[in-house]
């Protein structure tokens, strides 16, 4: 009763196919091996992309909101 047989896969796979279709699981497929190699690329340069390139500091975003009321600048609230 623990182990099914290649009778029970066969028949598992045919009620899949008749559910989804072929075209749907080929889409999940090829999608599932586009995620699997998006994930494989980026442990690649993780890894590498540390030990070679020396670290570099984050990069400031410009406020376009400077004139907001809302806003309290950090540096001049500590000084006054």
């Known amino acids: 009763m623990g182990s ?3 009778w029970h896969w066969l028949i598992v796979l045919v009620v ?4 989804f279709g ?3 699981l080929r ?3 090829s ?5 699997v190699k998006g994930f ?9 992309g540390s030990a070679d390139a020396p670290a570099t500091p ?3 975003v410009a406020n376009s909101k400077v004139n907001d009321p809302n806003t309290v600048d950090v540096d001049a609230k ?3």
């Not at 899949?16 to 559910?19: C, F, G, S």
């Not at 999608?31 to 995620?35: I, K, P, Y």
């Not at 494989?40 to 590498?48: A, F, N, R, V, W």
């Open 40 to 48: 494989k690329d980026g442990m690649k340069d993780g890894t590498s």
């Open 22 to 24: 072929t075209k749907k």
């Open 31 to 35: 999608d599932l091996g586009a995620a």
């Open 58 to 60: 984050p990069q400031q």
């Open 27 to 29: 889409n999940v497929g």
């Open 16 to 19: 899949v196919i008749a559910i």
């Open 78 to 80: 500590t000084k006054s």
């Open 4 to 6: 099914f047989s290649i």
